[in-house]
């Protein structure tokens, strides 16, 4: 496969953040980029690596108006012996190629997936942090170009893939955190778009996000959009609750997105013996459990976040405590196996890793 490579000259790259506490979240991108253009002449075309730069779009390009977008996230870690790995990238290419189905967008070849982010994680193998718990997060993207604003799928598409070094998620790092249970607003609803992983369910995220975090608390707990009974997701992660000895979590029905952390913590689990459900639960039968003390964890699990213990939920303006509000075990002892594989620390019996090739 054909890449071309041109690389950012010495006096135009980017001075690297330190790796400590203040790295955040997305807020720093490494020298280089990935991009290819489809069109229906020629399909995928035009594959190359350039500095880092801003795209030149007309204002009539469709992504802009329809949100013809879709979009992945995984993350490539540091080993102590140097060595980078990616985790599961197979997973993000089979979810980017869903996405693509739901939103009219032309598909992409595993293989060119998988050597784009090879070859750009290589080139900026320099920026990959080599502090446990940081990363560099990595970012396919697929848009709709065409200039156009009548209303139909676009024709031209671009992918591309951006990275940058990223620490914790959440500024409290990993610590429990409060989350409101949204009684007003939807993510997604049946038949929409919340199994895709695009831009306009995270924009419907914003404003329940907005009133939460105006109201103290950090997340949002989803509930299904037809009777606001059923939970779905909570933030921008898939939800987990440790009842009665059991792990349960929503099942995929259409609405929720298929995270490649969520199937981690399934296969996981499992492997410990662990009874796991893929079960609808009420947010009454959270509650009952919560009252008779049979809920012992909740948390979230996404590749960003990894695993956030859910402290508090708020539900019509009460607060009910999670276990002791702390952090519980098997949230501890999944985010320690986890980023333990992800950082080859411990034994990966599932293959899920694999290297960058740094020839
Ligand atoms: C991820 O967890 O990788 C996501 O894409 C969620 C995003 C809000 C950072």
């Known amino acids: ?28 991108y490494s020298d280089h980029m990935f991009t ?42 540091r080993t102590e012996t140097g060595r980078i ?19 009219v967008m032309p598909e992409i070849d595993q293989e060119v997936f998988l050597t784009a982010i090879q070859r750009l994680v290589a080139l900026d193998r320099d920026w990959v942090p080599d502090s446990y718990g940081a990363s560099l997060y990595i970012r396919p993207t697929l848009i709709g170009t065409e200039p156009f604003i009548g209303l139909k799928p676009s024709s031209t598409f671009l992918f591309f893939i951006i990275t940058g070094p990223v620490g914790a998620y959440y500024p ?51 509930l299904d959009a037809c009777e606001r009974k059923y939970l779905e997701e909570v933030g921008s ?11 349960i979590t929503p099942p995929l029905g259409g609405s929720i997105l298929g995270g490649v952390t969520r199937d981690s913590v399934i296969r996981l689990a499992k492997s410990w013996n662990i009874p796991v459900e893929e079960n609808r639960i009420s947010i009454e039968e959270v509650l009952e459990a919560q009252r008779n003390g049979t809920l012992e964890e909740i948390f979230g699990a996404g590749t960003a976040a990894v695993i956030s213990p859910v402290g508090l939920l708020n539900y019509k303006g009460e607060s009910h405590p ?12 999944l985010f320690d196996e986890i980023m333990g594989i992800q950082y080859s620390l411990k034994p990966d019996p599932f293959q899920w890793v694999s290297p960058i090739h740094l020839e």
Not at 180 to 206: D, I
Request: contains cysteine; positive net charge.
């Open 322 to 333: 999670i276990g002791d509000g702390k952090t519980g075990t098997l949230a501890h002892q």
């Open 237 to 247: 992660m898939n939800i987990f609750l440790k009842i009665k000895g059991t792990l």
């Open 1 to 28: 496969m054909e890449i071309s490579i041109q690389q950012a000259v010495t006096n135009n790259r980017r001075e690297k953040p330190p790796t400590d506490a203040t790295l955040g979240f997305g807020k720093y």
């Open 85 to 103: 790995n990616l985790f599961r990238p197979e997973k993000n290419w089979e979810r980017l190629n869903q996405s693509a189905a739901r939103l």
């Open 36 to 77: 290819m253009a489809w069109n229906p002449e020629n399909k995928w075309h035009d594959l190359k690596i350039t500095p880092f730069a801003p795209f030149n779009l007309s204002p009539a390009t469709m992504v802009l108006h329809y949100g013809q977008t879709i979009f992945e996230g995984l993350k490539a870690y």
């Open 172 to 222: 409290g790092g990993f610590n429990p955190v409060s989350i409101q249970v949204c009684e007003r607003y939807s993510r997604a609803g049946p038949g929409g778009l919340g199994e895709a992983k695009t831009a306009a369910n995270y924009a419907a995220s914003l404003l329940a996000q907005k009133e939460a975090s105006g109201q103290g608390f950090n997340q949002v707990l989803w």
